[in-house]
């Protein structure tokens, strides 16, 4: 009884104290609003409509939370919740409109909930094309779109869109993809029919031959557009993330059944910004090269002179032409650090067509 007793005034000692903390940190949230909304009164004061979010500061910001913490907290889940406050301050500025690859319960929504915290005002969009548009024509601040799966390589779609777009590369998120098999039905065998984006499919290609060797599979455009097809059909399933069945009420039938344990999907953020260098970044390009024997090493020449590492370069049809290519090449650094800069000088001048598709900061988290 006496040591229930000591138990019981040590545990109320705490609780006081961390109700007492949390005080404390409430009152700071509430500063830190107070000093977000001076900022955006500010802008505005000088003109500025626009560019609420800094991607660069807030990368610059999430490496010194990381840097500087010391525990008992994760670095990355420290991270996090600071994504989170920014979110909240920057809604307090103004809220940002962010597309998305839909429809709700995707992974890309799950991307944009990474890069820009739970404050923002996602819209879902039916295809990679839509996306774009919402953005070009202002209804939308940014977007979000895989544009590379560690399994199954480029989505050609979103490079194919970047190609013609005027909007930039204004960031990246990297997100590890489990997929799940979700139905109305609780009876894996009487599963005759899976829905599916093509990516899904062939990510989980091996696991569905073991398992279910005579189903039909059918593509669809997303994998959340799988999920609502199947909550009307008993015999049927769809390949989605966990938060699917939840959103459309369907029962897990099996768990990360992707072939590959490290499967990972990059996905970037569209928008109008030229965003300033973070001190980690990344610059995207497109490169068309002349006709003559030797132009694709005519235009790596340049980044290896100048110490610059290529991280990505991919292939696709110029479309102008039988046989004509450009590349989509990605490389370390920022269009305004000076090797950048150099390299890209001589770029302009060895290849028939240089464009900058956009410098952003490295994915943090």
């Known amino acids: 009884m006496v040591k229930n007793v000591h138990e019981q005034q040590a545990l109320q000692g705490i609780r ?6 949390d005080l404390q940190v409430q009152d700071l ?10 900022v955006a009164q500010i802008k505005i004061a000088n003109g500025e409509q626009t560019d609420f979010y800094r ?32 979110s909240s301050c920057l809604a ?14 995707s992974f890309t929504q799950a ?27 202002g209804g939308a601040n940014y977007g979000v779109v895989p544009v590379e799966n560690s399994t199954e390589g480029m989505v050609s779609h979103t490079l194919d869109r970047l190609s013609h777009s005027l ?20 009876d894996l065998s009487a ?31 997303s994998n959340s557009e799988a999920a609502k097809k199947v909550t009307s059909e008993s015999n049927s399933a769809a390949i989605a993330a966990d938060r699917a069945a939840e959103i459309y009420d369907l029962s897990v039938l099996a768990s990360n059944i992707e072939d590959e344990a490290s499967n990972t999907t990059r996905f970037i953020v569209i928008g109008e910004q030229n965003v300033e260098p973070s001190g980690s970044d990344k610059t995207a390009l497109l490169v068309s090269t002349k006709n003559k024997p030797g132009a694709l090493q005519t235009i790596l020449k340049p980044l290896a002179e100048k110490g610059i590492s290529m ?9 102008q032409g039988v046989w004509e290519y450009v590349f989509f090449i990605d490389i370390e650094g920022h269009s305004q650090d000076k090797s950048v800069a150099d390299a890209l000088a001589i770029l302009e001048q060895e290849s028939a067509m240089c464009r900058v598709l956009g410098s952003y900061p490295k994915a943090v988290l």
Not at 16 to 21: E, F, G, N
Not at 92 to 105: D, H, N, R, S
Not at 192 to 221: D, G, M
Not at 311 to 319: F, K, L, M, Q
Request: hydrophobic share 40%; proline share 5%; with cysteine.
């Open 55 to 86: 991607p660069d500061r807030e990368a610059m910001v999430l490496r010194q939370v990381m840097e500087r913490n010391e525990g008992p907290l994760d670095d990355k889940e420290m991270a996090r919740l600071f994504r989170e406050i920014m």
């Open 111 to 137: 991307a944009a909930l990474k890069q820009f915290g739970g404050a923002v005002d996602l819209q879902s969009m039916a295809t990679i094309a839509d996306v774009f548009h919402v953005v070009e024509v």
């Open 311 to 319: 991280t990505r370069i991919e292939s696709r049809p110029s479309r």
């Open 92 to 105: 307090a500025e103004k809220p940002l409109q962010v597309a998305y690859l839909g429809p709700e319960g």
């Open 29 to 38: 949230l509430n500063k830190r609003v107070e000093m977000a909304q001076e």
């Open 16 to 21: 006081q104290k961390i109700d007492a903390i």
């Open 167 to 186: 909007l930039k590369i204004n960031g990246e998120v990297s997100l590890r993809i489990h997929h799940y098999l979700l139905s109305k039905s609780t």
């Open 191 to 221: 599963i005759t029919k899976i829905y599916a984006h093509p990516q899904a499919l062939a990510q989980c290609r091996h696991w569905l031959a073991e398992f279910l060797p005579n189903c039909e599979l059918t593509p669809v455009s």
